[in-house]
């Protein structure tokens, strides 16, 4: 069983930038696919940015248009998300999540992950 634990959220003014961590524990994120979501109040959960097994990079959103970075640490059995240029409209909880299987990609639809953390709210003011 995968655990995943989120940090680096927080308030930040718009145009400013963050830099999420999701820390992998009880199994490894090497050779699974695995990525970013948020959640607004009141929204459905989005794909922010997804990394394929083989850590190439997918799957961003529409919303994104340059601004956000995913990357994976296999070393530290860590996944990042860079985020700059801010918008008060990127104000959601961010969670991490990964695949079940090994070797296998996975889309832009939540269900499609079996492991995620908790979340880790970001605010961007005005």
């Known amino acids: 069983q995968v655990q995943l634990v989120e940090s680096g959220g927080g308030l930040v003014q718009a145009g400013g930038s963050l830099r999420l961590s999701c820390a992998a524990s009880?199994?490894?994120?090497?050779?699974?696919?695995a990525g970013w979501f948020r959640q607004a109040p009141g929204k459905e959960r989005e794909i922010v940015a997804g990394v394929n097994w083989d850590s190439s990079p997918t799957d961003y959103g529409d919303f994104v248009k340059g601004r956000f970075h995913i990357s994976r640490e296999n070393a530290k059995n860590t996944l990042y998300l860079q985020m700059d240029n801010l918008k008060p409209e990127d104000t959601a909880v961010y969670y991490c999540a990964a695949a079940g299987r090994f070797f296998t990609d996975v889309g832009t639809n939540p269900v499609e992950y079996s492991y995620w953390g908790r979340g880790t709210q970001v605010t961007v003011s005005s």
């Open positions: 009880g199994g490894t994120l090497r050779n699974r696919a």
